[in-house]
């Protein structure tokens, strides 16, 4: 038994180090962070439409940020330390002011290892409230451990969890440096403390995670339905523009927001339906019509996870 143990484990680490040999053969060298500008003030980076790694330095996902006539707000600390210098690098190359605010969307590891970066230049950091569970959570110390491994060095011993200086209950408007920013706290959706960031004057809007484009999202153990109910309230926002948490800024917003939304209400459709037939997971997954949706970078990494968590959210939903 002892054995046959420790033959499955080789055999996992075996395929595990394939697999990520072979992403990383792909996976662009040393990533170079590139400001572009989305308005008159409004700028953002994209992060890589691949899974985090110590080739990209975890650059998997967007950072914005606004320069006012005062200062710099930037929203989202992106994805280790590294990063987030380089992205203060960005910043410096159109202005000298101050970095004063960053805003956090939510706190998933690919959003916020970056944050004592930031706090170094003397940013007040905002979150909202309900991000706590997670960050006094154990699973936050686990998963900075993994990443510790998984991302070394640009995740290191000296890498830790930043808490925001203040922990936003609700929505809140603020005017810096002659420019509004309406901050909506649209959880519990990709996340329970989920904010979107809109500026009005140049109707821009941050949607963090609730919009990924140019990939399949991440629904991990988010409640989908709520999720899509805080689509619909983003697309109650009059915008040009949106920069979602993934992929490139969209011109298209209701497009885009509608084509997460297309996805989630498919799996739970799909899902749903097959928890009420008490069909097997297995079976369910195999017999699913996924034509719409497998053309999308990273299907094959996360739509089984996706369809499973939502099949175990549509049980419990039965169940009520
Ligand atoms: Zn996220």
Do not use: C
């Amino acid at each position: 038994m002892f054995n046959q143990t420790n033959t499955w484990t080789h055999a996992l680490v075996l395929i595990v180090s394939i697999a990520s040999t072979a992403m990383g053969a792909h996976a662009q060298e040393t990533p170079e962070v590139q400001s572009q500008r989305v308005s008159n003030s409004a700028f953002y980076v994209q992060g890589q439409s691949a899974l985090g790694s110590a080739e990209n330095q975890n650059y998997i996902s967007n950072a914005g940020f606004v320069i006012t006539q005062t200062s710099v707000v930037v929203i989202d600390a992106l994805g280790s330390p590294v990063l987030a210098d380089k992205l203060v690098q960005q910043i410096r190359k159109l202005t000298p002011l101050p970095i004063s605010h960053v805003i956090l969307t939510h706190y998933h590891a690919d959003h916020i290892y970056g944050l004592q970066s930031l706090k170094a230049q003397g940013v007040k950091v905002l979150a909202h409230r309900a991000a706590l569970n997670y960050l006094n959570s154990e699973t936050a110390e686990q998963r900075l451990a993994a990443s510790r491994h998984d991302f070394a060095p640009w995740i290191n011993k000296d890498t830790r969890l930043v808490g925001a200086d203040e922990w936003l209950d609700g929505d809140r408007e603020m005017q810096i440096g002659g420019v509004k920013f309406i901050i909506k706290a649209v959880g519990p959706a990709h996340t329970p403390e989920d904010l979107v960031v809109y500026i009005p004057s140049e109707k821009v809007l941050f949607a963090g995670d609730l919009v990924f484009r140019n990939r399949i999202p991440f629904v991990g153990q988010a409640n989908s339905q709520l999720w899509m109910k805080a689509i619909q309230t983003l697309l109650s926002f009059d915008t040009v523009a949106i920069v979602p948490g993934h992929g490139p800024v969209s011109e298209k917003a209701k497009e885009d927001m509608q084509q997460t939304y297309n996805y989630l209400a498919y799996l739970r459709k799909a899902m749903g339906e097959a928890a009420l037939n008490l069909d097997p997971f297995e079976e369910a997954y195999r017999t699913t019509d996924w034509s719409s949706f497998d053309q999308i970078p990273l299907f094959q990494f996360a739509n089984r996870m996706n369809a499973y968590n939502t099949y175990l959210l549509m049980e419990q939903e039965l169940k009520k």
